[in-house]
C-alpha cells in the first residue's frame, strides 16, 4: 500500500486538468485527513464560484483574512457572531439549575 500522502502523479495531474476534483476526492478517500478535507472544500468553493464569500451573510471575505488562512469559511462580523454565540451557548450549559 502506498503511503497515504503519496500521491504526487495525481497531484499534477489535477493541476494540468487531467484528473477531476472527484477523481483527485477518491484517491484520497481511502485517509481522512481534516486538513485534506479543508482544503477539498476549498477548492470545491473555487470551482463553484463562491471561495471568498461567507457562508453566513455572503458578503466578501477580506482578502488580508484569506491570505492568513485560505480555507476561511466565515468574515470577521460572522466569525465574532458565532464565537459570542458559542461562548453564551457553554456558559449556559455549564450552570447548574437547582
Same mark, same amino acid.
Given at each position: 500500500m502506498?503511503?497515504?500522502?503519496?500521491? =504526487?502523479?495525481?497531484?499534477?495531474?489535477?493541476? /494540468?486538468?487531467?484528473?477531476?476534483?472527484?477523481?483527485? =476526492?477518491?484517491?484520497?478517500?481511502?485517509?481522512? /485527513?481534516?486538513?485534506i478535507d479543508e482544503l477539498l472544500c476549498v477548492l470545491e468553493r473555487m470551482a463553484t464560484g463562491t471561495y471568498g464569500q461567507c457562508i453566513g451573510c455572503k458578503r466578501p471575505i477580506d482578502s488580508s483574512i484569506l491570505l492568513q488562512d485560505p480555507a476561511r469559511r466565515l468574515c470577521e462580523l460572522c466569525e465574532e457572531?458565532?464565537?459570542?454565540?458559542?461562548?453564551?451557548?457553554?456558559?449556559?450549559?455549564?450552570r447548574v439549575i437547582l
Open positions: 502506498r503511503d497515504v500522502y503519496d500521491y =504526487e502523479g495525481a497531484r499534477g495531474q489535477f493541476v /494540468d486538468g487531467s484528473v477531476s476534483l472527484g477523481e483527485l =476526492e477518491s484517491i484520497l478517500a481511502f485517509k481522512s /485527513d481534516p486538513v457572531h458565532v464565537g459570542a454565540h458559542a461562548f453564551i451557548e457553554a456558559s449556559q450549559s455549564s
